[in-house]
């Protein structure tokens, strides 16, 4: 066996790998860090948004339906390059998230907001994450916070993780050009990570598969990201005394289950119990007494989030991208109306730039999607659209219809059979954390049943909705995670 076995192995450096690499590298471990995508620094991102570029950054999987789009990052610091900023801590609520087929808290036993409460803080610190003031909130999302202002509800500025260096471009989705523009985990941890002299780094290489060695370590193969085939001839093989997958939902996954040929006994939950974080697109249009928003002049984020619903229904939203992408993007129509024709070309051009605010909005939704792989090793994923998923897309229908009712805006939508287009940024689960080895893949410690040492710590462990934005929980879940894998070797109490 190669001598070269590294004290620990991280496959994906998105939030869920590149804090624990930091963490592990930080207590003396040596540690290999794997991503798929390139390391870029500031100076090579574009500001662009042509989809040859961002399929250059992101991995894009479709539903089986072809309904819906599932983006992850594919870039050295995974999404926190790529993302839009917005870093909320889960309200306490959300911890009690039920399975609707068990009947029972999908959070595994001791893990609630008050455990996640320090690992949010040290994140915090990290990133420099902190709320706007109102004077750094673009027009857009002033104007979103006063519907709910007008209708007599709350909103608010988001917490964002950015620098003095921010011009509030709007290119936050193709990666920030600015230096202490948007403080990602490229920019904040990984060189720190590095100063320790412990972390090494390939990149460029994805994980195909990973095979417990009779001595209790792990060989991971990895193939040339280039090759666009995960079944393709392995081109480097690493040894681990234990391997963190981190490669998100739509890469861990797949990873685990190209593995099965080697770990026989992973839990059946693997590929189930995952949802979208019940994320739906929107479209509002101002009433004609608001003033012109410049909606060009955004940021990515428009930085204002109301959790006004949240203590009834518990969902949140946000003010969401520029209206160029979304009109591109998204089938936008008015209540009884197309998305196309000379009708919906006049009503696009008179509002788009200045009236129209896209948003998102998130709620409790069953995990009940699924995940296989395809014949190339990528995820195949699965969203039927259950009755769970269909009530919460009619009950934010009703929220947001009421809300423009009252504020004489208007409601338009986005979707064709469904009022709204599902969001596919916001996948979690997959690789769950659970009580039981039959609801999930791996135990409260993010160590994987049957395989100590394996451990997974990315968005497919979070068992749940989580009704926000969830990088935030996700990467305080794996700094939680690490701290579990230093304590199985007695580091720390
Ligand atoms: C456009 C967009 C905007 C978003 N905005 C926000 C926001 O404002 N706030 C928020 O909370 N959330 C946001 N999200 C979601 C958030 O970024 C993700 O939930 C989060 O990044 C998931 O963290 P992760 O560690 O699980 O995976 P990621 O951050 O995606 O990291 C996974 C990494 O693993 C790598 N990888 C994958 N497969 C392999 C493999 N086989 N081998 C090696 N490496 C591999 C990937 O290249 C990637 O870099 C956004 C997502 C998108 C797509």
């Known amino acids: 066996m190669s001598k070269n076995i590294f004290d620990v192995v991280i496959i994906g450096s998105g939030y869920g790998g590149m804090l624990p690499a930091y963490k592990l590298a930080k207590s003396g ?15 090579d991102f574009k500001q662009e948004l042509t989809l040859e570029y961002l399929a250059s950054l992101y991995d894009i999987s479709n539903s089986r339906s072809l309904r819906e789009l599932y983006r992850g990052s594919r870039v050295l610091g995974g999404g926190s390059v790529t993302n839009d900023k917005i870093h909320h801590r889960a309200p306490s609520e959300i911890f009690h998230f039920e399975d609707e087929d068990l009947k029972s808290k999908a959070w595994p036993d001791g893990i609630n907001r008050q455990v996640l409460d320090p690992y949010y803080e040290e994140v915090e610190k990290l990133l420099s994450i902190k709320q706007i003031s109102w004077d750094k909130v673009s027009m857009i999302g002033g104007n979103f916070a006063r519907l709910f202002s007008d209708a007599g509800l709350s909103c608010e500025p988001c917490n964002f993780n950015v620098g003095d260096g921010c011009v509030h471009c709007g290119y936050c989705e193709s990666g920030c050009s600015f230096v202490n523009g948007k403080l990602s985990l ?64 739509i890469g861990t996954v797949p990873l685990l289950l190209r593995s099965t040929q080697y770990l026989k006994k992973l839990s059946p939950a693997l590929g189930k119990y995952i949802s979208n974080n019940g994320d739906i697109n929107f479209v509002l249009k101002t009433p004609e007494h608001y003033p012109d928003h410049f909606g060009y002049k955004s940021d990515t984020s428009c930085g204002t ?46 509002n788009v730039i200045h009236r129209l605010i896209p948003a998102n909005g998130m709620g409790p939704v069953p995990s009940d999607m699924s995940m296989g792989i395809n014949f190339s090793g990528f995820a195949d ?73 394996l451990y997974v710590s990315d968005a497919s462990s979070i068992p749940g909705c989580l009704s926000i934005n969830p990088a935030h929980t996700i990467a305080a879940n794996a700094l939680r995670i690490s701290d579990e894998v230093m304590k199985a070797e007695g580091d720390i109490l």
């Open 381 to 453: 994923i699965s969203n039927p659209v259950s009755p769970g998923q269909e009530k919460h897309i009619y009950l934010m229908y009703n929220i947001l219809k009421n809300l423009m009712d009252e504020v004489g805006g208007e409601l338009l939508l986005t979707g064709k059979k469904y009022p709204f287009d599902l969001g596919g940024n916001h996948i979690l689960g997959g690789a769950r954390i659970s009580n039981h080895f039959d609801t999930g893949v791996c135990n409260s410690r993010g160590e994987v049943y049957n395989y100590p040492g």
């Open 305 to 350: 989030i109301s959790y006004a619903f949240w203590d009834k229904h518990q969902v949140t939203m946000h003010a969401g991208m520029t209206p160029i992408q979304v009109a591109a993007g998204v089938d936008v129509r008015r209540e009884g109306g197309l998305p196309w024709g000379l009708d919906h070309k006049h009503f696009m051009k008179d």
């Open 29 to 43: 471990r040596k540690v290999l860090l794997i991503e798929r995508g390139k390391h870029l620094r500031p100076q």
């Open 186 to 249: 490229e920019t904040e941890v990984f060189w720190p990570a590095m100063e320790t002299g412990n972390l090494t780094l390939i990149t460029e290489h994805s994980a195909k598969a990973i095979k417990q060695l009779k001595g209790g370590e792990y060989r991971v193969e990895l193939v040339k990201t280039s090759k666009n085939s995960l079944r393709a001839m392995t081109s480097k093989t690493v040894f681990g005394k234990k391997v963190i997958c981190a490669a998100g939902p």
